[in-house]
């Protein structure tokens, strides 16, 4: 999609209702790590979609799952954090380290206005069905990873500054090894995104 709507940014619309006979919304880490997905190929701009209408059709909208509206709510405050460092954002690369359902996605963007590298760390380790989940029976399960190492590939552009969670603000340790550009990442349950300063960015 990112592709189809190149060169004009474009937004990641997430179904925010759900089917009366069919009680299956969201939760709120699978939103969450839907979020981080998204965010690592290069959207711009988040719509939450539903039916015009909703009460004459037998839908039910986000609001009937309080713990999602809570984590919505969150996740609006975050993203206006995230702001400054994907409003220019262009994705460079994404690869999976280790197995394809299991492993971790890694996406890295270039944020011209930060002059920085943004990385996106999302783990692909979760269990999910449409089971129906408003009764708080939750179908969304993640595997949290341990002792988080990642190795990627040090972009010419890039002299290495400061690497930082970009929404906590927290320290990550680094090591240039060659071309490589490693990263201590500790604990990772849905994901983490991570700010590597060009030295001279901001």
């Not at 039910?60 to 809570?70: Q, Y």
């Not at 702001?83 to 690869?95: I, K, T």
């Not at 009764?135 to 040090?154: A, Q, T, W, Y």
């Amino acid at each position: 999609m990112c592709k189809a709507a190149a060169p004009r940014p474009w937004g990641w619309f997430p179904e925010a209702f759900c089917y009366q006979k069919s009680p299956r919304l969201l939760e709120p880490g699978e939103f969450r790590l839907q979020t981080l997905l998204a965010l690592s190929y290069g959207i711009k701009a988040v719509a939450y979609f539903t039916y015009g209408g909703m009460k004459s059709v037998n839908m039910l909208g986000f609001e009937a799952s309080p713990p999602l509206l809570t984590e919505i709510k969150q996740i609006n405050k975050d993203l206006k954090t995230l702001e400054p460092l994907f409003g220019s954002a262009l994705p460079l690369f994404s690869e999976t380290v280790g197995d394809k359902r299991t492993g971790l996605r890694v996406s890295g963007l270039w944020s011209g206005e930060k002059d920085s590298l943004a990385l996106v760390v999302a783990n692909l380790d979760y269990q999910t069905d449409r089971k129906p989940n408003l009764k708080l029976e939750p179908r969304f399960k993640i595997k949290s990873k341990e002792n988080v190492r990642v190795s990627i590939d040090k972009p010419t552009w890039l002299t290495m500054g400061a690497a930082t969670d970009a929404l906590t603000g927290e320290k990550v340790a680094t090591q240039v090894k060659g071309d490589q550009i490693e990263l201590e990442m500790g604990r990772i349950e849905l994901g983490r995104i991570i700010q590597i300063q060009s030295k001279g960015g901001s």
